[in-house]
């Protein structure tokens, strides 16, 4: 994400930076000859920078975690391009272990962003860097109905969301296979809120991850329809109601599909999120999948909102990090763990 200089008079945009970053927020001189950024790099947490308006140079002006950072071996992702199912060009972000070897077969998570109309890019995520400093090489695409490519790109999931999207997701895991990179027999997958859907919808249409981690997720759009705090505002993902559109909203549930399910399961609830109502998602799969005897577990944190992964209390966000880690490690590696198992 980079700063663009708008002409009023003609309507011309021009770039004021450069570079692979994220810029979150500024601040100009009322003549524009000067601005304090906000920078993040996917090594760098957060800093205050300079931006000359005229040359757009940066200055950095803070070093705020340099002391910490110096005890980290923090690394810098690959960001590539593949090839869907259709012929559609997808970009991804593969984050690898701070000792990769090449030759060498890692496991992998597939970690899915919410939205869907959002998007991963140039900026640090602790996510991913504590996944692959546990051993993982983690993989964060952006499928169609992701944002900053257009719009007909992000539009092409309407009325047909999940689907095609889960096609992309595949495919990009079918990269990392083909480049000798992981180890097909131990993926894992997991995602929250919209990425938590496509993980609830991935485990129902495929049997090749061996863990799945699903966060803040739906599972019936009618029931979510009925109770979230936002559903009048996306009219446009279905074409009418539930009792209008019975047929569709059915066939877009991953619940629908929990019979086919054999991947083991953690669902990581909030239980004061308002957004995606537990009931509505991680509930429904927990039940479902207890009845039909499959390994599942559900984590839920008291007081916590649908911004848990984001603002939540800080304890609670380590929590969350620790517990799909270790299912990972549990389901994933093999490792002997057994603060899950059923008494």
Not at 29 to 55: C, E, H, R, Y
């Amino acid at each position: 994400m980079n700063l663009k200089r708008v002409d009023v008079e003609t309507g011309d945009v021009g770039a004021l930076t450069n570079g692979n970053h994220s810029l979150s927020s500024y601040s100009a001189t009322p003549d524009g000859s000067k601005f304090a950024v906000l920078m993040s790099t996917p090594t760098n947490i957060g800093d205050l920078f300079l931006v000359d308006g005229a040359t757009g140079r940066m200055q950095q002006l803070t070093h705020s975690n340099d002391e910490l950072f110096s005890k980290l071996n923090v690394t810098e992702p690959e960001m590539f391009w593949y090839k869907s199912f259709d012929g559609k060009r997808i970009q991804a972000w593969v984050q690898r272990p701070p000792d990769f070897v090449e030759g060498k077969k890692y496991p992998m998570i597939l970690d899915i962003h919410g939205g869907p109309h959002a998007a991963y890019g140039y900026t640090f995520d602790h996510e991913f860097q504590w996944m692959a400093a546990k051993g993982y090489v983690v993989l964060y695409p952006n499928p169609r109905g992701s944002t900053t490519y257009g719009q007909d790109f992000g539009n092409i999931i309407q009325y047909h969301y999940p689907g095609d999207d889960y096609k992309d997701l595949m495919a990009g895991v079918d990269e990392l296979v083909k480049r000798g990179w992981v180890d097909p027999e131990r993926l894992g997958v997991t995602g929250g809120s919209g990425g938590g859907v496509l993980t609830n919808w991935t485990i129902g249409h495929t049997d090749r991850f061996k863990a799945a981690a699903s966060q803040r997720s739906i599972a019936d759009w009618r029931d979510f329809w009925y109770t979230a705090d936002f559903t009048q505002f996306t009219p446009s993902w279905f074409r009418g109601a539930p009792w209008e559109q019975e047929a569709d909203f059915k066939e877009r549930s991953p619940i629908t599909y929990v019979e086919k399910i054999k991947t083991p399961l953690m669902l990581i609830e909030g239980e004061a999120d308002f957004r995606t109502p537990p009931g509505a998602g991680g509930e429904q799969m927990f039940r479902a999948l207890k009845y039909l005897k499959k390994p599942v577990v559900m984590v839920r944190f008291p007081g916590e909102s649908h911004e848990l992964s984001r603002s939540g209390k800080p304890v609670h966000r380590v929590e969350r990090l620790q517990h799909i880690v270790a299912w990972m490690d549990k389901w994933v590696v093999g490792a002997e763990i057994h603060a899950y198992d059923v008494q």
